[in-house]
């Protein structure tokens, strides 16, 4: 049986050690393998989460060369080849760390320096969703071709965007209402909450505003829930 974790209040820390977010497949395969007690098998993996084999493969390939996992072979039986063994590789600090690090950094400077921490943190990511979406006109994985309001389309853009990034979004049909399940700056969030929430805020109505929607509805709740935040994105009616 795959032992779960104890929930907690808000997301999960993204997996973006790369500096690129895994997909939800990946990102749900290398779950699996840290559930697991010892290094398993390819077959393991593919009773264990129903994929096929050849896509288990694939996986576990990506996850190799961005460092999230590692391999031995298995010892010898008979005359048939040997079988890898994969495990998760669990370092003390990674890349993902320091940024987050970093980023903490960085926002008690801002705390320590600006009469108004917050609203300029927000302005900050304002700008910074506004770049975003211009570099990132249609994020991979959102349909804009199916037909919808300009509005829907522009918020199904935020959330595919955020995706991008690393949040791990779940959103319902008209991305209106949104669990961010993930988070690349949980240590920095939870050390300066104010002023990193007002970043991810202030990306949202940037990216919102440049894609055609309305940013007025937009607002973000902190550690809302056991392992999500929620975003709102839709004007309160």
């Known amino acids: 049986m795959i032992e779960r974790a104890p929930a907690r209040r808000g997301p999960r820390p993204a997996r973006t050690a790369s500096g690129r977010p895994l997909s939800e497949t990946r990102t749900a395969l290398l779950e699996t393998l840290e559930a697991q007690p ?44 040997q079988a890898w063994l994969y495990e998760a590789v669990r370092p003390d ?18 705390v320590r320096s600006s009469p108004d921490p917050t609203e300029e943190a927000g302005r900050a990511g304002l700008e910074w969703g506004q770049r975003l979406a211009r570099e990132t006109p249609d994020p991979e994985g959102v349909d804009t071709t199916a037909p919808a309001d300009a509005h829907v389309v522009a918020r199904r853009k935020v959330v595919g965007l955020f995706n991008e990034l690393g949040f791990a979004p779940e959103a319902d049909d008209d991305a209106g209402e949104v669990r961010l399940t993930r988070c690349p700056l949980l240590e920095a969030a939870h050390q300066q909450p104010d002023v990193v929430c007002s970043v991810h805020l202030g990306i949202v109505r940037g990216a919102l505003e440049t894609y055609g929607g309305d940013p007025s509805g937009a607002e973000l709740l902190p550690f809302a829930e056991p392992g999500a935040c929620l975003l709102h994105l839709a004007p309160h009616s």
């Open 38 to 81: 010892e290094p398993t098998s390819v077959q393991a993996l593919v009773t264990l989460t129903g994929l096929h084999t050849n896509t288990v493969r694939e996986h576990l390939d990506g996850l190799l060369r961005s460092g999230h996992v590692s391999r031995r072979l298995a010892p010898a039986n008979g005359r048939g080849r």
């Open 93 to 110: 600090r990674g890349t993902g760390a320091e940024y987050a690090g970093l980023a903490a950094t960085l926002a008690t400077i801002v």
